[in-house]
């Protein structure tokens, strides 16, 4: 293009021109063709430079094509279908004991604690039930994202003679408003430790009035939860839990869906490291007898943090329950009890706790004992315990307890309990509870 | 006290800031308030005086996460032991992993010293390699690039303040690092040891060695023959620095130090750790001045 439009210029201009001047004209005509021809030297050269550019990186290219191509054939396609990066986080939880105790076995298994726990009813012992060793449990714990919608998470117990599903359940992610749903199996979050399994437990014996009114799993059943937070700077959560009313300690009637939970907990934080959680509770359901029951629960924890791994930890909860009746004595039970435990997180490695437990209420028909000369009063037990934690995911804990509450074999009878417990949970990291 | 039951329970903060950023630690919320400015409202959920490893899980943090509109961590497998259970509890959909609310800075961090295989038979390792490259002066600069982008995305209707104040920023940092790297490049100090590998972003920056850890494994506490190991290790390559942090116990580190003639510096691990570390600028200066000392 550029060389065309100079040599039409260029041949204009001379046939405009006379003959005078003719020679000079060819002179400089010649010298702008050479002029012409060293440019377009240039610009072949320039051209020529620009392909074989071109075309180098063109070959570069396909050589990277190719080679990724190669390493791509090479891989290992045995993985095509592999879906490991979506397997659940998987946990393994171990739970064993030695036990030592100033009760027979087979006495032990028939204990009763009057009122609550009356012949012939047996009292359920899944964990540290016999003298010497015990293997409590193997818990395998999941928890998988189901889509951005839905977490599942499931809770299996295998005892040595049994397999239990402890828990499971799918919550929601992203409601809005602070809203959340549960469904499936779990554990209610009446009162401060029901939601917690008994490895979270401060002490490896459950208190006597969760025993007493619930059993050792306490309030567990298959069920529907709505649970809220409010958006306030101070954290206040609200719930109700439907469920089916299973335990029969305490409920029992499963005809229908006939156990509802309500509860409210707060937490404020009182200085920097001081915080304390406070919640209410009650649960409203019908027992075997097709007669209601009501249980109420306070519960107050206090926690100063001394250090990042000290801790003064001070948790007290007081149950009581309303049960309806066929006793002709006493129509209504009202039965209740208290724990208070004070924990001391030295460090890492260890700590050390009391707790104090002690029924403080119990209006029912106590004539089966009181008649037979038993005395019903006073029924209180002592713990402590000392806990070694060698790393965050093993731990070794040596438990003592005196308990007065229970008639073993037609008499009062104090129990002492001493029990070595090794817990430990490999996989999965769990994360710590407050 | 009807007045104070109200504040109480009144949304406070999101009358005053249009966005509510949550953030785990403290140096990620310095950043956050330098980017967000006046338009965000930036809450640190775990104090700098403990552990990030071990921030207690206490109720309260729910209410802070309950109302964030954005929650940016760490990452990196550090906040593994105590969050979790509290994002999942809080109630709130816009932050749950995945969500536009969720921010894992370590994602855009080279991350160092990735274990070449993972046990816990080698103690509470870091199995997605080292989490606390907030040591390095220089992740500043990604952390402010990325939440930058994070808040346009999220609060649209100030892009531009974001984009003014990451270009302030950047412009204030970058003339920081030039200053510091000149007060680095006269750093006495080339070796140090430490209690957990809390620095060594900081330390392979500016080519300070490592030689060992006081803790024998990730997690688990100092033993007598390790301790032993190390101040054998210190006298054959001239230690003379400790390096600890604010929050383990310090009696390991004076022993060691009374036996090699080494000195104890308290280094901070976050913004606020130590007194003094309070700003950015604080606390960069604060590692340099106690490590090269
Ligand atoms: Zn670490």
Redesign the interface.
Known sequence: MVKKLTFLSLFAAVSLMADSELDALKAQLQEQQKTTQKLLQKVTKLEKKQQQAQALQAKKAKEQEDASLDAAFAKDTSSSFSQTSYLPDIALILNMSAVGRNVKNSDYANFAIPGFIDAPVKPELPYNKERGFNLNYAEVAMHS?VD?YF?AFAIFHLHPAAFEIEEAYV?T????A???VKAGKFKSAFGRINEKHQHSWHFDEQPIIYKALFGPDGISDPGLQV???????????AGIDAMQGSNTRSFGDTEINNLYVGYL?S???LT?NL?V?GGVSWAHGKTTEKKSSDVYGVDLTF?D?L???S?LTWQSEYLQRNKDTNNTIVATQKQGGLYSELVYQY???YSAGVRYEKITKNDTDLSAYTNNGIDTSNLDKYTVMLQYKP???SRLRLEYSHDRTKVIAGQRKDVDTAMLTLNIA?GA?P???? | MKKIFL???????SLFAALNVDTTYSTLGAVAKKIGGDNVHVVVLG?SK??PH?I?????L??KL??ADLLIINGG?LE??????LI??????KI?A??PGFLDMSHFIKMIDKPASVS?AF??IHAQGNPHYSSDPYKVLIMAKVIARKLEQLDPAHVTEYKNNLENFLSQWNGYLKNYDAKMAECKTKKVVQYHELYNYFLRRYDITNIGNIEPLP???PSSKHTLQLMNAMKANGVKKILQDV???KRTAKFIAAKTGATVAVIPHDVGSVKGSESLEGFYNMIAQRICK
């Open positions: 994202m951005p977490e919550t992610t992203s409601l809005p602070g809203l959340r649970q809220w937070v409010a958006p306030t700077d101070t954290y206040i959560m907990k937490s404020l934080d920097d915080s959680l926690r943090q250090g990042s791994y801790a460090n890492n490695n790393f965050p995911f490999a990291h994360a710590h509870a407050y | 504040t109480v329970l009144f949304v406070t903060s104090s403990y552990d071990f207690v899980p206490k109720p309260s729910l209410s309950r109302r497998g593994l032991g105590w969050l979790p259970p999942k509890s809080a109630n709130n959909g749950r995945g969500a816990r103690g509470d997690g688990i506490a929050y383990h116990e």
